[in-house]
């Protein structure tokens, strides 16, 4: 069995993160909800078209997959290429999420603009209205 190039774990780790990154623009293109796209202005930041994050999304998918199964051998199992993949592609998730956590106000946002109670504690608190001043913004 020869040993897999450098350059072949490279392009694998590269594919899993496209692959990963293809997901999310995916998933809100066919929800028919905007977000941020490299079509958007400013790029990335910006929030795109339900059809431009399909097109992103796909070619994320198609150039992710490319790499991952086009170029070398892509072996999978328990193996240093599979390891170093696997890292790639969930480093790939929690970047992606920090990026559009920044950029959409959710959690971990720096955004000093962004209003009390958004992100994670909107979800959970869905419906609710908490915080001190509840008492104070009740309908009459």
Not at 42 to 66: F, M, Y
């Amino acid at each position: 069995m020869t040993r897999p190039s450098p350059w072949h774990t490279v392009a694998h780790a590269a594919g899993a993160a496209l692959l990963v990154n293809a997901v999310p623009h995916t998933v809100h293109g066919l929800s028919g909800e905007p977000f941020p796209s490299p079509f958007a202005d400013p790029p990335g930041v910006g929030d795109s078209t339900p059809a431009e994050n399909i097109v992103w999304g796909g070619l994320n998918a198609v150039a992710g997959g490319a790499l991952l199964l086009g170029v070398g051998r892509f072996r999978p199992g328990a193996n240093l290429g599979t390891a170093v993949t696997v890292a790639a592609g969930l480093a790939a998730a929690f970047g992606i999420s920090r990026h559009f956590a920044g950029v959409r106000g959710g959690v971990g946002s720096t955004r000093a603009t962004e209003p009390a109670g958004s992100g994670w504690d909107a979800w959970f608190d869905r419906g609710r209205r908490v915080g001190p001043d509840f008492l104070a913004r009740r309908p009459a």
